[in-house]
């Protein structure tokens, strides 16, 4: 079968909002009146981001997912995407459930597939997703009412939605360095394996947060983007962190029984710098507490407070009597690609 | 020196019309009124689509050119683009002259470079670019004045821009199948590897085209795509199409010396089925000849005039005395990446 009878068969779909979708050289979308398009492009590569041998069908949601949560980090709606697809071979058992995953959470999100490329090579997706803000929000000066990195206040709430580190976890696992019993091993694959972008507390977020950004390369190394766009600091109460790595929540005989097996350093090192979580790391003023909460219950999705914006730059860490830890001390590093291999 | 660092030392720079750049979650780009976004996405990889060792300056071009080349084909004007790269190593020698290569076209257009994604993997770029056309056009009853596939009318004339094939006959000396005197395997060499996007030509042919695409897979097979989105079968004068051979028609001794030395067939196969030619391939009506010269001028873009679209389905090869050519007997085969590997 042809590249262009794979493209066919797997990735044509109807287009209701896009004016042209797959098919032609372009496509072609068009804003609604006074909205902005927010873009972001991600690419996955396999051996890097993901094992080759991943189930196709998890595969294909998480390449959409995580560019998803871009979208979300700026409460962004989704409207389409485009898909370049590299592939050893045109294996049809592989593009099938592959396409599926893709698709089923592109639905799940009413994100059209608009156009793509198909080549063979190393086994690699690269999509770019667009969503639409409206151009003016609640705060007049700027414009866009896209939440960014940079809005961030001194005495702000930092928040972060959902459950941390598992991914990173079941990394672990995967590869041999903690062991985890069955059940938690699973829950915490399926959360490195086929991620849930915050698409609808993004959304709720915008005009209550003042700066947000997505968990993908580990809670303090994504902060740290709010941190350095804003021009300030933070304290985090760790302890008010380690709660939110499911596996040790879940541990058969507690959290201290996790600690005492696989190291308290190690629900750390994977909640605070775990990366793969796509997860919504963001700041509110204490005024907003309530609308925070609103916008957490209106999305179904959880948040925790977690520590405090600061106008001396840095990143504190604070344990439970409120004293500082020296980052050094966890052996914390940011998921860098260009650093020590730690992935896949 | 980490991926962040890279990516704002290489690609970090102004952009004047995207409300937000490089460096947030998502970028944010604003339609003007009664304008549409015509977007495409190409993904490069190294092996495949160009040889490891190619200038890196060329091939920053030339990821960014065939992008163009798509957004040319329907008419739109550059507006930004993103660029997802996959390196092998962090190379600082690399990555200089591959970002000089992309933002120098990128400046000569007008596209900025709103964000991105850097990983290690295989060398890959994946580009996706965006331009813009006005929503209404000459043609009342479309939703757009974008150039498209199915447009074509029986009996519009069918062009073509500028020379076909000296990118397929270079990738045949570069491979050792044919010997090239040194001048004209730079000349073709270039037309490989440093593509010129008809982006001028593309907007002046709105509302004189009744079709277009690029040639990016040969100019057969991309025609093909023309005569299937619109229904047509169409006839081509081979006779019209080899002269837009440049290494032929510049052979020291003359065409008829190349077709001695190297082969009338080689010479064809290079023309109507090369791939890599990132020309424009379009129809208009003969009423339109005048527009069609205006439009050629206008953008210093020279097309020929190479064949008429018929009613009758299917490609008709006609040589100089008007007889049919049975394709079978030229050998030629549409570049498929997923066919026999005909690429580096």
């Known amino acids: 079968m042809g590249e262009f009878d794979l493209i066919r068969r797997f990735f044509t779909r109807p287009t209701p909002r896009a004016v042209l979708g797959v098919g032609d050289d372009c496509a072609l979308l068009q804003s609604a009146p006074g909205m902005q398009m927010a873009i972001s492009t991600d690419m ?47 294996d049809e058992a592989w593009l099938a459930p592959f396409a599926k995953g893709l698709l089923q959470l592109a639905d799940a999100h009413g994100c059209e597939l608009i156009g793509g490329d198909t080549t063979r090579g190393p086994l690699t997706m690269c999509i770019t997703v667009f969503g639409e803000v409206p151009a003016r929000g609640a705060v007049p000066l700027l414009p866009t009412s896209a939440l960014l990195r940079s809005g961030a206040r001194v005495g702000d709430d930092i928040y972060v939605s959902g459950t ?78 380690l709660p939110l790595l499911a596996a040790r929540a879940n541990f058969a005989d507690g959290a201290a029984q996790f600690d005492a097996q696989l190291g308290r350093d190690t629900a750390l090192q994977c909640v605070l710098a775990g990366g793969d979580d796509y997860e919504l790391v963001f700041c509110a003023p204490p005024t907003e507490r309530e609308a925070v909460a609103q916008a957490a219950l209106q999305s179904a999705t959880p948040v925790t407070r977690i520590g405090t914006m600061r106008a001396e730059r840095g990143l504190l860490l604070l344990d439970s009597q409120g004293r500082a830890i020296a980052p050094e001390s966890l052996e914390l590093a940011s998921f860098d690609h260009f650093a020590a291999a730690p992935g896949p």
């Open 44 to 90: 996955l590569v396999a051996g890097r981001h993901f094992f080759a041998d991943t189930d196709p069908q998890r595969l294909g949601h998480k390449c959409l997912a995580v560019n998803l949560s871009d979208l979300a980090a700026c409460g962004a709606r989704p409207l389409a995407f485009t898909l370049a697809l590299a592939l050893p071979q045109a």
């Open 164 to 241: 941390l580190g598992d991914a990173a976890l079941a990394l672990r696992a995967l590869q041999g360095t903690v062991a985890l019993p069955t059940d938690l091993l699973n829950a915490a694959r399926a959360r490195l394996e086929q991620p849930t972008a915050r698409v609808a507390l993004g959304q709720a977020l915008r005009g209550v947060a003042t700066a947000c950004a997505d968990v993908s390369d580990g809670l303090l190394g994504d902060l740290g983007h709010i941190l350095e766009r804003s021009g300030l600091g933070a304290q985090i109460e760790v302890e008010r962190t």
